[in-house]
């Protein structure tokens, strides 16, 4: 498993859904289909995904050496 970090690239709105994904080694779609269908039952997913927008760290990009 690789490290819960939002992603650049594949990214739709904040990236927690790939970040989520790609940690726990499914597609994003498929996430983001899990959190879809989620919200249609009662509790704070929107408010969890809010959270991890902005707690979650932005991976790291490749840095060239100058």
Known sequence: MSALVRPRDG???GGV????ARRF???AT????IF???CLLPGP???IY??????LPNE???STAW
């Open 11 to 13: 990214r739709m709105i």
């Open 17 to 20: 859904c790939a970040g989520l």
């Open 25 to 27: 080694g499914i597609s």
């Open 30 to 33: 498929t996430m983001r289909v």
């Open 36 to 38: 879809v269908a989620s």
């Open 45 to 47: 997913q929107f408010l």
């Open 50 to 55: 809010l959270a991890l927008w902005l707690l």
């Open 60 to 62: 790291k990009s490749a």
